[in-house]
């Protein structure tokens, strides 16, 4: 099995920046997947916000969120980081990581970023 623990949220006023951290571990977590930051903000879908390659020399971001976020890896400690700057209050939302494409059963609990308007 594998667990996900996403840390690093709070509350940041507009303009702001965070780190999120995403720690992977369990038997069956591999370095080499694709992983993803994923977000969902209250009474919308979740949604893939940025995605990184097992190497980090591929990224993908989505329109909201390119150049503003970064995402990026240590595989030596099974972590991806989510580097979000300029945050407005569009961005609050609960963000979570997981594989891309995600896998239900390896959503964790996430961590709540809330940017005031």
């Given at each position: 099995?594998?667990?996900?623990?996403?840390s690093?949220?709070?509350?940041?006023q507009?303009?702001?920046s965070?780190?999120?951290s995403?720690?992977?571990?369990?038997r069956?977590?591999s370095s080499?997947?694709t992983m993803?930051?994923?977000?969902?903000?209250?009474k919308k879908?979740?949604?893939?916000?940025?995605?990184?390659n097992y190497?980090g020399?591929?990224?993908?971001?989505?329109?909201?969120v390119?150049g503003?976020?970064?995402?990026?890896?240590?595989n030596?400690?099974?972590?991806?980081?989510?580097q979000?700057?300029?945050l407005?209050?569009e961005?609050?939302?609960?963000?979570?990581?997981?594989?891309?494409?995600?896998?239900s059963?390896?959503?964790?609990?996430?961590?709540q970023?809330?940017?005031?308007?």
């Amino acid at each position: 099995q594998v667990q996900l623990v996403e840390s690093g949220g709070g509350l940041v006023q507009a303009g702001g920046s965070l780190t999120l951290s995403c720690e992977g571990s369990g038997r069956t977590y591999s370095s080499f997947w694709t992983m993803g930051w994923f977000r969902q903000a209250p009474k919308k879908e979740r949604e893939l916000v940025a995605s990184i390659n097992y190497n980090g020399e591929e990224t993908y971001y989505s329109d909201s969120v390119k150049g503003r976020f970064t995402i990026s890896r240590e595989n030596h400690k099974n972590a991806v980081y989510l580097q979000m700057n300029s945050l407005k209050s569009e961005d609050t939302a609960v963000y979570y990581c997981n594989k891309n494409p995600p896998r239900s059963d390896y959503w964790g609990r996430g961590t709540q970023v809330t940017v005031p308007s």
